[in-house]
């Protein structure tokens, strides 16, 4: 990609300007490989014996150095790959005791594959140990030739760790490696190079997420959560308005009921009696006195879902509670205090026109915004991780198949995930077969998916992202490049790898 390239050579334009600037570098490659290998962290460790380690650099989720790094690393993975010339991928770790860390106390979470490939073998051994916690591997992931390229920039930068470099000829390699003095790039840079901008994973309850983005608005969300400060949450359905609601109640301290109203399901002409509850006798069938939703949240939330599909009478009553902190039975004689906190949501941030707008002001003490799946594919893996543990599962997803998942559009977003969890313990699928996808992913698909390896699923991965791209364009190839951070020539390698020259329909430049 083209920002790809250019924060490439501002990295390497600032080799020797600075004692970081290395250590820079190597965490930007070292997250493009993790990425690319769909896995968790990566540390480039040099091993000078068999008793300690030197970590060079670390990236975790969030892009940022992994605290504590050494105490993540498996000594019995490390220990069998001094004997290898070649990667090696070690398979379901978290079964087998040799393979636990000094940290998987603390986390919880057990390491499911590492994976270690041999960098340098001279004095002091290099190796790029990658592993993870949230994703299962069977075999070594294929490697593209722009990820080769990212091996070959690591060890090419090898020789200062190794201290082999005319810089430091007078020193024994292994002396010249770990004097700081000599040689600067020693320890981790505590900054997160530019460009890292997937956040660390973060759970609020139940609701889960690590993109930055809405990492960053959980932070602030959390900051008033046990005030009483009415709440708006906007977003489409299935991305977990609900969810998140429920999560602020129970972490508000608030004794009472969470109770939701459904804005949308109220008839007009029953909307007081569902808001305020009535009397006894307050007509024909009114045997006994209800309780409203107020009242039965006395000193807990009201969700109000859907508030755009509120009618205009539930609206104004909704805006009299809250102006006066009182309502009154149908029928009934006495004011009651509606002592609850409001948590309100609508379908998106542009539906506040169908809002009286005295009303979305009071509502929206703190607005929260969740984006759709599709504009936060981090976190499709992480989720359907967490639902699959709800149900005391783990699955086997392949390389291939999670790439596939990744560039899905998600219209129906946690509802998807959820019937894929369901498919899955149905089927005991627990590695997603092709006919799972397509039953749950997208059961109209043109092309089926494929269930070769790595290129099957990568390629039709690829394709539909050039076919959206050149669609998003509306057919003109330069705006399509820049879309997909591409070159005009190799979006032409691309359409005629997949077959699309002749799609004059997707095809047709109409920037030319």
């Keep these: 990609m083209s920002e790809d390239l250019d924060q490439l050579l501002m990295l390497l334009a600032k080799l020797g300007e600075e004692s970081r600037s290395r250590t820079h570098l190597l965490s930007w490659l070292l997250s493009k490989y993790k990425n690319a290998m769909g896995a968790e962290r990566a540390f480039l460790i040099s091993i000078p ?126 002396e010249a490696a770990l004097d700081p003095v000599k040689n600067p790039f020693i320890e981790e840079s505590t900054e997160v190079p530019s460009g890292m901008n997937i956040g660390k994973p973060v759970k609020y309850g139940s609701f889960i997420t690590r993109s930055s983005g809405l990492v960053a608005h959980l932070e602030e969300l959390k900051k008033v959560t046990e005030t009483e400060i009415p709440i708006l949450i906007s977003g489409e359905s299935g991305t977990g308005k609900e969810l998140l609601a429920r999560m602020i109640h129970q972490e508000s301290g608030r004794s009472g009921k969470f109770m939701t109203l459904h804005c949308g399901s109220v008839n007009e002409s029953l909307a007081e ?10 007509f024909t069938d009114a045997i006994e006195q209800r309780p409203g939703v107020f009242e039965l949240a006395e000193n807990g939330t009201v969700f109000l879902d859907a508030l755009e599909e509120a009618p205009a009478s539930l609206q104004a009553m909704l805006l009299g509670v809250i102006q006066t902190g009182r309502y009154r039975r149908v029928a009934g004689e006495e004011d009651q205090i509606a002592n609850v906190r409001m948590i309100s949501s609508v379908s998106n941030q542009d539906t506040d026109a169908l809002v009286r707008s005295d009303l979305t002001y009071r ?16 976190d499709v893996l992480l989720i359907l991780d967490y639902l699959l543990e709800q149900e005391n599962r783990s699955a086997n997803i392949r390389p291939e198949v999670q790439a596939l998942l990744l560039t899905q559009q998600w219209p129906g977003n946690g509802w998807q995930l959820r019937h894929l969890v369901s498919h899955m313990i149905a089927k005991d699928d627990m590695e997603v077969s092709a006919e799972t996808l397509e039953a749950v992913i997208n059961p109209g698909l043109e092309h089926p998916v494929d269930t070769k390896p790595v290129g099957g699923l990568l390629g039709m991965a690829e394709r539909e992202l050039v076919i ?45």
């Design 49 to 174: 014996d068999s008793k300690d380690y030197k970590v060079w650099c670390s990236n975790d989720a969030g892009g940022k150095q992994v605290a504590e790094a050494k105490k993540s690393l498996s000594h019995h993975a490390l220990n069998l790959s001094l004997d290898s010339d070649s990667p090696i991928l070690f398979k379901d770790t978290h079964q087998d005791r040799r393979f636990r860390t000094a940290s998987d106390g603390d986390s919880g979470k057990r390491v499911r594959w590492i994976h270690i490939s041999p960098l340098a073998k001279s004095q002091t051994p290099t190796v790029l140990y990658l592993d993870s916690r949230f994703s299962q591997q069977d075999q070594p992931a294929q490697l593209s030739l722009s990820e080769e390229g990212i091996l070959e920039l690591i060890m090419m930068l090898l020789p200062e760790i190794d201290g082999s470099s005319a810089t430091v000829s007078k020193q024994s390699k292994t």
């Design 468 to 512: 959206r791209a050149l669609k998003e364009a509306k057919g003109n190839k330069t705006e399509a490049c820049k879309l997909l951070g591409i070159s005009r020539r190799t979006l032409y390698r691309r359409l005629e790898k997949h077959g699309l020259l002749a799609d004059d329909e997707i095809v047709e430049d109409q920037g030319r």
């Design 363 to 378: 509502l929206s003490g703190f607005r929260v915004h969740l984006p759709p799946l599709r504009e936060r594919p981090e």
């Design 273 to 282: 009696v569902e808001l305020f509850g009535h009397e006894k006798g307050a």
